[in-house]
């Protein structure tokens, strides 16, 4: 979607190093979030932000963070990347949080060796 | 007990018959409810929201509600061998007024239409 990018789209790290994923965002949304979607889990949240600044942990957050210093970009950081990590990252738009529901990127396909 | 819970499939119909794809909750206070469809490699699209008791028509496709019992529906009419995907139900939970639109998602539903 125009709206919203992710980048890279696709990455292979190793174990161990720090990666950071990228969502840009042109919509001026308050609402932003990053999931993991894995085989057998369905889509998982990672964290959330609420507004720039205003961030906080979802359900799989443990060798993540986040920063979103605007309000157009967020920023996901694992840490030190380990193989549990391998996964598709999305990250995903709302402006209200409430009736309209998302508008996902495109993905970023992470491989940790 | 999964929050959001699909049957994951696969399903599969003829072209041009109706598709029926299910999904329960445990949060009774859930507010907002949503189909999305995301093909194979790419990312879930938003195809339906409810989020009143009933029926909720656009086009081919239906969502249904039932708060009482716990349960969202999506009905697609005419399938088309196009809307082989799978389609994901997602919830937004009760949290006191500061959900901040976290939504549970269920596993999905793979969806074959088949000519």
């Known amino acids: 979607d125009a709206g919203i990018t992710q980048s890279p789209r696709h990455k292979v790290t190793e174990t161990g190093t720090p990666v950071t994923l990228r969502c840009h965002q042109t919509?001026?949304?308050?609402?932003m979030y990053w999931y993991r979607q894995d085989p057998g889990h369905g889509l998982r949240l990672i964290h959330y932000?609420?507004?720039?600044?205003?961030?906080d942990k979802g359900e799989v957050s443990d060798g993540y963070s986040v920063s979103r210093s605007k309000t157009e970009d967020f920023l996901l950081t694992l840490e030190s990347a380990t193989s549990s990590q391998t996964s598709v990252y999305f990250c995903?738009?709302?402006?209200?949080?409430?009736?309209?529901?998302?508008?996902f990127g495109s993905g970023t396909r992470l491989t940790v060796v | 007990q999964k929050e959001v819970e699909q049957n994951s499939g696969p399903l599969s119909v003829p072209e041009g018959a109706i598709a029926s794809l299910n999904c329960t909750y445990s949060?009774?206070?859930?507010?907002?409810f949503f189909w999305y469809r995301q093909y194979s490699g790419k990312s879930p699209e938003l195809i339906m929201s409810?989020?009143?008791?009933g029926d909720k028509e656009d086009g081919r496709f239906t969502a249904q509600l039932n708060k009482a019992s716990q349960y969202v529906s999506l009905l697609i009419r005419d399938s088309q061998p196009s809307d082989s995907a799978t389609y994901l139900c997602?919830?937004?939970?009760?949290?006191?007024?500061?959900?901040?639109?976290?939504?549970?998602f269920g596993q999905g539903t793979i969806l074959t239409v088949h000519p």
């Open positions: 997602a919830v937004l939970p009760n949290a006191g007024g500061t959900s901040y639109g976290k939504l549970t």
């Open positions: 932000s609420y507004g720039v600044k205003d961030t």
């Open positions: 409810i989020y009143s008791n």
């Open positions: 919509e001026n949304h308050r609402y």
């Open positions: 949060d009774r206070g859930s507010q907002s």
């Open positions: 995903a738009i709302s402006p209200d949080g409430f009736l309209y529901g998302y508008t």
